[in-house]
T-cell receptor, first 113, second 112 residues
Framework: EPEVTQTPSHQVTQMGQEVILRCVPISNHLYFYWYRQILGQKVEFLVSFYNNEISEKSEIFDDQFSVERPDGSNFTLKIRSTKLEDSAMYFC???????????FGDGTRLSIL | GQQVMQIPQYQHVQEGEDFTTYCNSSTTLSNIQWYKQRPGGHPVFLIQ?????EVKKQKRLTFQFGEAKKNSSLHITATQTTDVGTYFC????????????FGKGTKLSVKP
């Protein structure tokens, strides 16, 4: 069964550094999402992406965050200047079309030192 | 902002007992989805409910969507140790591109 793949599985970064989290959504999917989950807490929506542009973003997704789909397969989340509170598990998800369920990747654990 | 409340936060049961988790949204949802997350794992999709009053079953799991499309429940009959994990409901917002508002989850532990 096709999967959403995320790399790296764990990223350790110094505070203030830029970090890029990578995702390869399922190949025929059209909608892409980033979520984060701080340890022990609920999953929080960050941003949705459709038709090569952001369709919706949450309050968490401020100017420090950006997303790109640089080619036909990758979907990246960039955090420009990381803060300690950015430490969390970041999940990428994708779905084929409206009304379909979202499929989540295994996540990237981001640790900010 | 829109919130999805989920209770209880934790549930400890003896194997064979039933388990129920409840979700309540502050606004009407377009749909509700349920996910299971094992420790260290990612959310795994279980089911989606769309229609008012909808009931769906998956073996020992029964999912309900309220008539007003603001609440939902997941009931597990005769729990097994393999049911251990955190169960999240996630509400789909009307008019959105499908982004999900997750509840805080119910962490289920099952004692053999």
């Amino acid at each position: 069964e096709p999967e959403v793949t995320q790399t790296p599985s764990h990223q350790v970064t110094q505070m203030g550094q830029e970090v890029i989290l990578r995702c390869v959504p399922i190949s025929n999917h059209l909608y892409f999402y980033w979520y984060r989950q701080i340890l022990g807490q609920k999953v929080e929506f960050l941003v949705s992406f459709y038709n090569n542009e952001i369709s919706e973003k949450s309050e968490i997704f401020d100017d420090q965050f950006s997303v790109e789909r640089p080619d036909g397969s990758n979907f990246t989340l960039k955090i420009r200047s990381t803060k300690l509170e950015d430490s969390a598990m970041y999940f990428c998800a994708s779905k084929r079309q409206g009304g379909q369920p979202q499929h989540f990747g295994d996540g990237t654990r981001l640790s900010i030192l | 902002g829109q919130q999805v409340m989920q209770i209880p936060q934790y549930q400890h049961v003896q194997e064979g007992e039933d388990f129920t988790t409840y979700c309540n949204s502050s606004t009407t949802l377009s749909n509700i989805q349920w996910y299971k997350q094992r420790p260290g794992g990612h959310p795994v999709f279980l089911i989606q409910l769309v229609k008012s009053g909808e009931v769906k079953k998956q073996k020992r799991l029964t999912f309900q969507f309220g008539e007003a499309k603001k609440n939902s429940s997941l009931h597990i009959t005769a729990t097994q140790t393999t049911d251990v994990g955190t169960y999240f409901c996630a509400g789909g917002r009307r008019g959105s591109q499908g982004n999900l508002i997750f509840g805080k989850g119910t962490k289920l532990s099952v004692k053999p």
